[in-house]
């Protein structure tokens, strides 16, 4: 028998992919690896486990993006579950307080909820990645210990109410979330529940954005081995689609591509803040940023070789 043939290097690009729940990032990243054939794969935007949607995986060398992935705002839809509060503000968490939230009005609860648009203030959950110490304060947590984080400024640019659920003593409120990067959903839910006096937490949480990738052009890993092993393309953007979603683009002349590859500036385009610039064909050859009349590379992609 005939050795099976290696799986063909991917082309680097851009995937977006809706997390399954029950998974964590890393994991959705190994699975993706074995559907790719190369280990050389990473993720922008953690969700947590119990989180589905939106989730972008870079391939290849499109894993420099990632870095400019990680800071755009983010769409959300969630429901929050007034009358129980837990120690990770979210569904997966031990019950750490239970109050009857059933005489709640509903117009307190929108009250609340647009109390936090704007900028604002937020504590993360205490079972979050930021790290005190050098050690992410989850798993200080985890091994017992009582965390105080500080709080951040972030921008929650709406909350929209999609519907009221009543059940019982709780109160099930689906909501519409967008929000700059680094805002915790589960600490909405914690904080509504606390100013109601009834405590709140997460019990379901869907990312439907970021930035300019949406749910509607996501595929899930089922699909997306299903056409690996078909022999199809995964559907990547690639590096040069994928810039364009994320920030201004510029294109290149064959002479200035060619000093780009050996990593010259070029003569500033009049274009503020970091940009792509793109070949004739679409390929992105670098990011750069304008500084002194230059446009000088931060990262180049297209080096000479």
């Known amino acids: 028998m005939p050795p099976r043939s290696a799986k063909p290097a991917p082309q680097p690009g851009l995937v977006v992919v809706d997390k399954p ?3 964590t990032s890393h994991g959705v990243v190994s699975r993706m690896r074995r559907i790719c054939g190369t280990r050389k794969v990473g993720h922008g935007g953690t969700l947590d486990p119990m989180a589905t949607g939106v989730l972008i995986v870079a391939v290849g060398k499109a894993t420099k993006l990632l870095t400019y992935v990680s800071g755009l705002d983010k769409s959300y839809a969630a429901t929050i579950r007034l009358g129980q509060a837990t120690v990770t503000d979210d569904a997966e968490g031990d019950v750490t307080a239970s109050a009857d939230a059933s005489a709640v009005a509903d117009d307190a609860i929108r009250a609340g909820l647009a109390a936090m648009t704007g900028e604002i203030d937020q504590v993360p959950s205490a079972v979050s990645a930021v790290k005190i110490d050098g050690q992410r304060a989850y798993k200080r947590v985890r091994d017992g210990e009582t965390v105080e984080l500080k709080a951040r400024r972030v921008t929650i640019a709406s909350i929209a109410i999609e519907a009221i ?8 409120v689906d909501v519409d979330v967008s929000c700059s990067s680094g805002t915790y959903i589960r ?7 606390a100013a109601l ?3 709140g937490h997460l019990t379901a949480l869907r990312r439907t954005r970021i930035g300019g990738f949406g749910i509607d052009t996501a595929a899930t890993l089922e699909a997306l081995a299903e056409r690996s092993e078909a022999g199809e393309p995964l559907g990547a953007l690639t590096m040069g689609d994928a810039a364009a979603r994320l920030m201004p683009t510029r294109t290149a002349t064959e002479v200035e591509a060619k000093a780009l590859s050996y990593g010259k500036p070029l003569d500033a385009a009049g274009i503020d803040g970091r940009y792509a610039v793109l070949s004739g064909a679409g390929d992105l050859l670098a990011v750069m940023i304008e500084q002194d009349g230059k446009a000088k590379p931060e990262t180049v992609f297209a080096a000479a070789s």
């Open 165 to 172: 659920r009543r059940e019982g003593e709780f109160v099930d």
């Open 21 to 23: 729940q029950g998974i």
């Open 187 to 193: 600490a909405i839910a914690r904080d509504l529940g």
């Open 197 to 199: 006096g009834v405590g």
